[in-house]
């Protein structure tokens, strides 16, 4: 029996906390290897930065895939089940890469990592090639598990949440992929070093399953946790009323029986869709850019390796500086309390004001001449405006979709980012290869920092270019019915 108490619960704030959770691990298990790559597992496979962006590039692009499907899974499994599933997969995807090194060692017929390190010639090259190869397969599993978080999250969100609210509560738990990349230098390299110092492998082994781990016990959670909010006890009538202020505007589950359903390519046909995609396809990899690139980015340039106190302190500033994203996801609130707009042209409104702070970014490389806090100091607001971009962005994709719509519209949204994020990885790795190759120079610099300032520049003007394509195609708040 549902309770009357007239003072409001907060049972939607408890499970804002759990996609919170859930977004942290997310992002901790993917950066496990971003983070053990240079100083770990390169020497021991004799990786080049094309291994590297290889095996981060097709992880992007089935994270891509995955997601075209993953909304749509969500809303046939349910929130509950889905959720469970999605971080089930990608845990066992995340323990799977401790078995990668034995696995090389089984094909190749060495019998110790320190074969591994000591190989010349054409067996270190089939080391190279035959840990790719495992790597990916096990990056594969980790990207089709984690392409299911989001679709969830934000369909928790629309059923918890009113429209006025979702910007703030996705920016709560989007910043759970901030929280794991500011825990994850801090604790991820030192993992590695200390099972490294013991004997247990080359170290990155156990910090893959320690980290791996974490989902499995947020699902404990999660199942105790979780219910649908109109058979939710703890919820009280006056949380519910709260939460379903908007159910005028929406469509009644007994109309929505008779609404035809909005499959992949019936989203496809809507300019509102194109409009959401291609914002998240300009701007999404950036971020993963910075995600799976900076701790390279402090070795090559700097000669900091990812376990060096210095590095661990970088990164954590950065990402302790996109933070702030928290208050780019109250600014449409704030915006629609003081000027009555829709949630969509405040949305707009505010994603214009997060497009304008990543050019700052276009002097990172430049100013890393005189310290090497100055670009990470940038490079970090620029990951905060991301985040708040980001967080909206998602939630466009709620204010102008039904509810019975929003984990697939998510899904495509997704997708575009991981098709983007496959695109700069790849790229990235190549570039940096060649340009090290080629001591090539761009406005000043050779070798691999003009590769990086390339991307750089890339990433300064894409939020500017995404916002002019969403504002051309939607130009005014225009619902699908």
Known sequence: MRNTNTKMSNVRWVICAMLFLATTVNYMDRQVLSLTWKDFIAPEFHWSDSNYGDVAAIFSIVYAIANIFSGRIIDWLGTKRGYLWAIGIWSGGACLHALCGWATEHIVGVHTAAELVGATGEIASMISMVSVYFFIAARIVLACGEAGNFPAAVKVTAEYFPQKDR????????????????????????????????GVGNGWEMAFIVIGGLGFVWMAFWVFIYKDVDHNPRVNAA????????????????????QPKLGVLDCLKLRQTWAILLGKFCTDGVWWFFLFWTPAYLSDV??????????????????AITMLALYGGKLPTIIINRTGLNAYTARMRAMLIFALFPLLGLFAQPLGNYSYWLPIILIGIVGAAHQSWSANLYSV???????????????????????????????SGKLFDYADATQMTFLGFTGKPAGYFIIFCYCSVAYLVGWIIMKTLVPKYKPVA
């Open 239 to 258: 949380e519910l009323s709260y939460i379903k202020q908007d159910q005028d505007n929406e469509v009644k589950p007994a109309e929505a029986q008779h």
């Open 397 to 427: 994709g709620s204010d102008l979709f039904p509810q019975r719509a929003v984990a697939t519209i998510t899904g495509l949204n997704s997708a575009a980012g991981g098709l983007s994020s496959f695109l700069i990885n790849m790229g």
């Open 302 to 319: 700097y000669g900091l390796a990812s376990d060096n106190p210095t590095a661990q302190m970088l990164i954590f500033v950065l990402y």
């Open 167 to 198: 910007a703030f509560a996705t920016a709560i738990f989007n910043a759970g992929s901030t929280v794991g990349a500011l825990i994850a230098p801090l604790t991820i390299p030192s993992l590695a070093s200390y099972f490294r110092s013991i």
